[in-house]
């Protein structure tokens, strides 16, 4: 009896079996008929390239499974052409895929090119797995075409040292060594001189950080890309090497070197090298280094093609001489014949110990910096970006380079200027030298102090000059500014002037300053289109508000203070409400002040 109903059973699931085998045929049947059913697979499987696989390929439960592909779950077709078509399966991050993974992916990848990347946090493998790592990459060097290594020092120094095989399809190499010690103390990686057996005929991209290598490695020939960062000091190149490895490279497109540049020499330069490398593709040149050492490598470049140029320069001199110097060919190489728009756009940020300065060819760009990440996007779009780190200057020192700076760069063209984040330096001598360069200027967005030497420069011009100062300049910008009483009726007597004058501010925006209604009436009185402050700094103001007998009404509270730094007090969440202080958040200046800003 009860072998009769098992047996009944059992051909009840074969005919469920039958029935749903044949409802599957039936599916795929149904959906061959869907227009992109009749794509080939090919086409197919490039539009799956498009997916970020290693998002899809992270970790399972069990550390030797696979996340299922999303898009194998769509439908059978789909399905087939994701585990069987090999370049869907040649992006490998090593990092977040298991071992077994990993195997697996470079199995179903068959022979095409593989990109490799392994961003390993320390500590976090064992021998076992990195063993496991090293043993992939030497069995599948020949095709690896793109690969991104960074680890702990001395797991990356055993994998460069397994890597002795050629690799004839590579064409991206970035390599970085980590490790629990201070950037400034970390040991380096030193790249072996048999890496890849020398034979890398297809590499045009190559990057490094905390690395150090030869310079006359075969590494470094008829590259596009070439990024090196912060190697050991005693390996910089000598200028004779630095400028050979530049003319091996004749299509270079970029080049980044923070603490790598050449050293400057403590005797007279040979007549060898007194020559200078013409880079005729370069577009893209980022330097880090001393005053002088970038001075160095500036003087001996010539960059017809340049569009992007970034210096950060540290001073080493009392009085920020070693940084005048270098100011020449800063200049030079920051607008040239190749383009096509003057400078338009300059944005300014100092903070304690260092001065940032960036220019772009298109008006307005400064006035999206609201954030550190604004600030960072921005310089990537700039024509240049020159900061300079000043720790040991003698008081004073930073005005008068600030000002040099200025007069050498090439800004007779600005439309735009925004001076950011509590920025001492555009005081009004600064201004007297710098506004008669300027007459395009149209609009200006200004923090206390800068506001505060624009106004006094403002009130100092007087008739003798044929023509106002800034002439074109029609709508201002305050930034963090408290309007009492005192500093209304001064920018009223300033912008009155500049009615007398014929040349009227336009429009006056006041949105993230302290500031009464009675303060925007007075103003609103002068200029055609005042933008008062936000709802709740306007609420702010009148709290902290007292009455004035000189200006007729309530204005924010004058300390009878000359000094317009102190203009905005408050706490920290206060600020943070008003969101005045885009710029000033402790965690953005460390990061700014760090030693690790000349690798970061």
Known sequence: MNSSREHQRQLIDAEIKSLEDTIRALKIRRNALVPISSLPPEVIATIFSFVRLPEHFI????????????VAHVCHQWREVALNHPSFWSNINVTTVSPAGVAEMLARSKAVP???????????????????????????TSRICHLTISAEHTHLRKTLEGLVAPAPTLEYLSLSSEGYEPRAIQPRVAIPDNLFNGTTPRISCLELGNCDINWKSSLLKDL????????????????????DMLEGMPRVETLTFHLTSPVFPSSPLSSEDERTITLPCLIHFDISASARDCGLALAHLVLPALNWLSVMAKSSHLEGDDVRRILPHVSRHSHGSQDAQPLQSLFVKSERTHTH???????????????????????????????IINKDWSPGTDVVVFDATMAALPLDGLVTLTAQNRTQLLDQEVWLHQAPRWPLLQRVRLAAPAARGLREMLLEDNWERESPLLPSLTKL???????????TVLLCDVLMKRVEQGVPVES?????????????????????????????LKERAQRHSNWSSVARGNF?????????????????????????DEYGSEEVESEWESDDVWIS
């Open 59 to 70: 970790m399972a439960e069990e550390p030797d499974q696979l996340e299922c592909l999303r």
């Open 357 to 387: 300065i960036i220019a772009w060819s298109e008006p307005d760009v400064d006035i999206a910096l609201r954030s550190p990440i604004g600030l960072f996007v921005a310089t990537r779009s700039s024509r240049v970006t020159f900061t």
């Open 508 to 536: 006056l925006d006041l949105n993230i300053c302290l500031g009464t209604d009675r303060a925007v009436q007075l103003l609103n009185e002068i200029v055609v289109d005042v933008q008062g402050p936000v709802e709740g």
């Open 114 to 140: 593989l990109h490799l990347e392994a961003r390993v946090p320390i500590g976090c493998w064992n021998e076992s797995r990195f063993g496991t790592f090293q043993k992939q990459l030497q069995t599948h």
């Open 556 to 580: 924010v509270f004058d300390d009878d203070s000359e000094d317009d730094e102190g203009d905005i007090e408050g706490d920290d969440d206060e600020r943070e409400d008003w969101g005045a």
């Open 477 to 487: 910008i305050l930034l963090e500014s408290a309007l009492s009483s005192r500093r």
């Open 224 to 243: 596009r890309h070439l990024e090196i960062r912060a190697p050991s000091e005693h390996l910089n190149p000598s200028l004779s090497d630095w400028l």
